[in-house]
């Protein structure tokens, strides 16, 4: 009964009659569904989790695992996991959280607002004893969504403390492909990256990346677009980003993907990530009073055909 009146009081406050529904989503966690003229979208208020985007004339762009966990104290596996104030493994706590506390806490929703034919979800977190057992940093944090013909991520940190702080920042968006093996990522021709599959050596790359086995690289200093060219759906996701210096590329391929409990073996086919970050070398420094703001620019396509 009480999450029902949660959700009676939250469709009161911020829902938008036809456009916008606060329901229970899967698990029972309590999720934003937006229908606009534009586009459709999911944001669940835990990890502020969106799950999906649908653009009116494209099919749904994000992956989600049919394995995945839907409770309150693992992440979503799939869409777009919010990864802060870390990202990996905390550098001095091999007990933190993989990918920090952001993407298994629970969000609040600030504020729903209709422009034109998109929506813009904004929800929040503060620092409270939960993050100060693994973070000391006072922040608040605000991330929204703008679910319209292109999804706009935007993760704005706000430093509310004496001390500056550093941190690192991810939107591990899961994007949904036709096939994995045709599947080609331009835009990064040059830009030298880590190879987590070797262990982190240093290696530049050199011209599209094909995907032909485990794939886990962090491409450093590089404010690029990147461009998901993906025959077999015959479309391409330009994925643009404003104040982020670092992007990783991700698919677990099929080792890793029989590892991992929460992801079907069959599944690796379906997806890549394609992560608009700010980590390791390109860490964010925030002063007191100061704040950043990292975001990402979806936006799809049809590929022409090839003659
Ligand atoms: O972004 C790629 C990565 O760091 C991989 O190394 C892999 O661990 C992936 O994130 C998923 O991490 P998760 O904690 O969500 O299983």
């Avoid at 799950?51 to 409770?71: D, G, Y």
């Avoid at 045709?182 to 830009?191: A, F, M, R």
């Amino acid at each position: 009964m009480e999450q029902a009146i949660e959700i009676s009081e939250l469709n009161h406050r911020f829902g938008i009659p036809g456009i916008v529904k606060i329901v229970a989503g899967h698990g029972g966690l309590t999720k934003v569904e937006v229908t606009s003229s534009a586009a459709q979208g999911e944001m669940y208020l835990h990890g502020a989790h969106v799950t999906s985007w649908k653009p009116s004339e494209a099919e749904e762009v994000l992956f989600v695992s049919s394995q995945s966990h839907w409770n309150d104290s693992r992440p979503i596996r799939g869409g777009v996991p919010v990864c802060f104030p870390w990202f990996s493994n905390k550098a001095d706590d091999p007990n933190a959280p993989m990918h920090g506390f952001a993407r298994t806490k629970a969000w609040q929703l600030e504020s729903i607002v209709q422009t034109g034919d998109a929506v813009t979800v904004s929800m929040f977190i503060e620092s409270d004893d939960t993050t100060k057992k693994w973070w000391p940093a006072d922040f608040r944090a605000v991330y929204r969504a703008t679910f319209g013909p292109e999804l706009i991520l935007e993760l704005d940190v706000v430093n509310t403390g004496k001390m500056s702080f550093q941190f690192e920042e991810a939107l591990h968006t899961y994007f949904r492909v036709g096939n994995i093996e045709t599947v080609q990522v331009s835009g990064l021709d040059g830009v030298d990256y880590l190879d987590k599959t070797d262990e982190k050596r240093k290696k530049t790359q050199k011209g599209a990346i094909a995907i032909v086995s485990e794939t886990d690289r962090v491409y450093l200093n590089t404010g690029a677009v990147v461009d998901l060219e993906d025959p077999a759906s015959g479309r391409k996701i330009a994925i643009a980003k404003e104040n982020s210096m670092s992007t990783v590329v991700w698919n677990p391929w099929i080792q890793k993907a029989k590892a991992m409990s929460d992801f079907g073996d069959d599944e690796w086919p379906q997806m890549i990530c394609i992560e608009t970050c700010n980590v390791g070398n390109s860490e964010v420094e925030l002063t007191p009073g100061h704040h950043h703001q990292m975001k990402a620019l979806v936006r799809v396509s049809n590929l022409k055909p090839t003659v």
